[in-house]
């Protein structure tokens, strides 16, 4: 769970390339 925190910093960085990983994360 702790990496879902951090998944809401790459986002914002490159959401084009794996939008969907930081929501598998999730």
Do not use: K, Q, R
């Not at 769970?1 to 969907?20: A, E």
Request: hydrophobic share 35%; net charge neutral.
């Amino acid at each position: 769970m702790s990496g879902g925190t951090s998944s809401t910093v790459p986002p914002p960085i490159h959401p084009t390339i794996h939008p969907l990983v930081p929501l598998a994360m999730h």
